[in-house]
């Protein structure tokens, strides 16, 4: 099964918030297991990964402040 979410062209400050937003509630979803879990590893694993959606979103950042123009944004989750 397929979901698509985005489809579709945004500003810059559009598309920074739409994409921040979505990766907090990642980060809010990561969080929440650390918060639940007993087990180290797990909780660097998740850690892990907030920091490297963390750096992503700074990248993110870095290129839509320095775009004149729109972002096409298109995200599509699929589930097996």
């Given at each position: 099964?397929?979901?698509?979410?985005?489809n579709?062209?945004?500003?810059?400050?559009?598309t920074?918030?739409?994409?921040?937003?979505?990766?907090?509630?990642?980060?809010?979803?990561?969080?929440?297991?650390?918060?639940?879990?007993?087990?180290?590893e797990?909780?660097?694993?998740k850690?892990?990964?907030?920091?490297?959606?963390?750096?992503?979103l700074?990248?993110?950042?870095?290129?839509?402040?320095s775009?004149?123009?729109?972002?096409?944004?298109f995200?599509?989750?699929?589930?097996?």
């Amino acid at each position: 099964m397929k979901l698509q979410l985005i489809n579709g062209e945004f500003s810059a400050t559009e598309t920074l918030e739409l994409v921040t937003q979505m990766v907090q509630v990642k980060i809010k979803f990561l969080e929440n297991k650390i918060h639940i879990s007993h087990n180290e590893e797990d909780i660097k694993t998740k850690e892990s990964k907030i920091i490297r959606l963390q750096n992503k979103l700074a990248d993110l950042r870095n290129l839509v402040s320095s775009k004149v123009d729109n972002s096409h944004i298109f995200t599509e989750i699929e589930i097996d």
